[in-house]
């Protein structure tokens, strides 16, 4: 009788738990362990152990122990690959889908078309998801600042949808936008059949993937404002926000940017981190457990900074103006397009020279913003890429009562 009580009453208390376990905190993701409280990771000073742990050094070219199904490695500014490992294999993403969702959203934000401020009402279907949540509530109102927050932070799939719901209009359009925007950005090996990466038949993409939407959406700073953030909190601090990505508090010019894991998935994450203008982005695709996950990235994010090094090409302070020939105006001051960074591997950096074409006489009329010259980047001599020169302003053609102004001004001048 004392032993069924005790039974009982055990089982209340575990009752009542989880039902405030939802004002407290944000579990961390699909399926990983609970952050642990608040407190203890506001006391927590030093690195853990596990992160003390030096990466082996491998050269170019070598092989990356890596328990990942798929990974890869690529650099932000020039899209290129460092380092992959069945790259294009289609695998379930997990929550890595809300880089997609989070895109959209942040796109939508630099667009005008929605603000910050603006306030999203929760519908019955996002308050029904489960996985990672914020709790919300149907008819619960929350800024799209604060769903934001929850999505890149806490990986809520509550907020991912009602955010969704906002932009799209319903789920469905939403759905449709992500994959109208996956076949824009050249993402082959994708199809989204949710916003939030819950387990669903037909839903899949790629390391290759994952990072070529990574990259754009590295385009947006406002995500930085969010991918950043270690702790916060909801709801005048009931609900408390810690980063499923334990490489921003831990790893060295760690900016980003989302994890994922389910029992199908395993664990997945797209990290990526800053070092000295070098820009990387680190995707992994099924490692077996949370810690693997983050070991994978890290030894991709160490392989990239220690072998790697970004330089950008110094121009010009003055270019030469090019000669205008039949013109209102003699001549046209040239301007460069951008002029794209220089990726090389460390030893073998030589010197980064450039070189602008001679200003050939142009016939008017010249528009603005026709390109008039080249500058060619060159790497030890041999050319690596090339920039544009533009016309900075339009010459119009010579017209019979300017030419015939001119004439009549030279002769003044010659009396």
């Given at each position: 009788m004392v032993r069924e009580m005790k039974r009982r009453l055990l089982s209340m208390l575990l009752s009542l738990a989880l039902c405030v376990m939802p004002a407290a905190?944000?579990?961390?993701?699909?399926?990983?362990?609970?952050?642990?409280?608040?407190?203890?990771?506001?006391?927590?000073?030093?690195?853990?152990?596990?992160?003390?742990?030096?990466?082996?050094?491998?050269?170019?070219?070598?092989?990356?122990?890596?328990?990942?199904?798929?990974?890869?490695?690529?650099?932000?500014?020039?899209?290129?690959?460092?380092?992959?490992?069945?790259?294009?294999d289609e695998l379930p993403p997990a929550s890595v889908t809300k880089i997609m969702t989070i895109l959209l959203i942040v796109e939508a934000i630099d667009s005008g078309k929605i603000t910050l401020d603006d306030p999203v009402t929760c519908s019955t279907r996002a308050s029904q998801m489960g996985g990672s949540q914020i709790w919300l509530k149907e008819g619960e109102t929350m800024s799209v600042h604060e769903l934001l927050k929850a999505t890149v932070i806490g990986s809520a799939n509550d907020a991912t949808l009602a955010l969704a719901e906002y932009v799209g209009g319903s789920e469905e359009a939403f759905i449709s936008m992500m994959n109208q925007r996956a076949a824009e950005l050249g993402m082959e090996h994708t199809v989204f059949v949710n916003t939030n990466g819950l387990p669903a038949e037909g839903h899949y993409s790629s390391a290759r993937d994952i990072a070529l939407m990574s990259r754009e959406l590295l385009r947006h700073s406002l995500i930085f404002d969010y991918t950043t953030i270690w702790m916060d909190s909801l709801?005048?601090?009931?609900?408390?926000?810690?980063?499923?990505?334990?490489?921003?508090?831990?790893?060295?010019?760690?900016?980003?940017?989302?994890?994922?894991?389910?029992?199908?998935?395993?664990?997945?994450?797209?990290?990526?981190?800053?070092?000295?203008?070098?820009?990387?982005?680190?995707?992994?695709?099924?490692?077996?457990?949370g810690a693997e996950r983050f070991d994978d990235a890290k030894r991709l994010l160490d392989y990239g900074f220690s072998n790697y090094t970004i330089v950008t090409p110094t121009l010009p302070?003055?270019?030469?103006?090019?000669?205008?020939?039949?013109?209102?105006?003699?001549?046209?001051?040239?301007?460069?397009?951008?002029?794209?960074?220089?990726?090389?591997?460390k030893g073998k950096a030589g010197s980064v020279t450039v070189e602008v074409s001679e200003p050939v006489e142009l016939q008017a009329p010249v528009e603005q913003g026709q390109q008039i010259g080249t500058?060619?980047?060159?790497?030890?001599?041999?050319?690596?890429?090339?920039?544009?020169?533009?016309?900075?302003?339009g010459v119009k053609k010579l017209s019979l009562w300017m030419c015939f102004k001119r004439m009549l001004e030279g002769l003044f001048t010659l009396s």
């Open positions: 905190t944000v579990l961390a993701d699909e399926r990983d362990d609970p952050p642990p409280a608040v407190e203890e990771l506001e006391n927590q000073q030093e690195t853990p152990e596990y992160w003390h742990t030096a990466a082996p050094t491998i050269a170019v070219g070598e092989p990356i122990e890596l328990t990942a199904k798929s990974a890869i490695l690529m650099e932000a500014s020039t899209g290129r690959v460092l380092y992959e490992l069945q790259a294009d709801r005048n601090g009931e609900t408390q926000l810690v980063n499923t990505n334990k490489l921003i508090r831990f790893y060295n010019g760690a900016t980003g940017l989302k994890t994922g894991s389910t029992d199908e998935a395993g664990y997945c994450l797209s990290a990526t981190a800053s070092r000295d203008d070098l820009d990387l982005i680190a995707v992994v695709l099924g490692s077996p457990s302070a003055e270019f030469a103006t090019y000669p205008v020939e039949k013109g209102e105006t003699d001549s046209v001051t040239p301007v460069p397009g951008e002029v794209a960074p220089v990726l090389m591997e500058i060619r980047v060159l790497l030890d001599g041999q050319e690596i890429s090339q920039t544009p020169l533009y016309a900075a302003q």
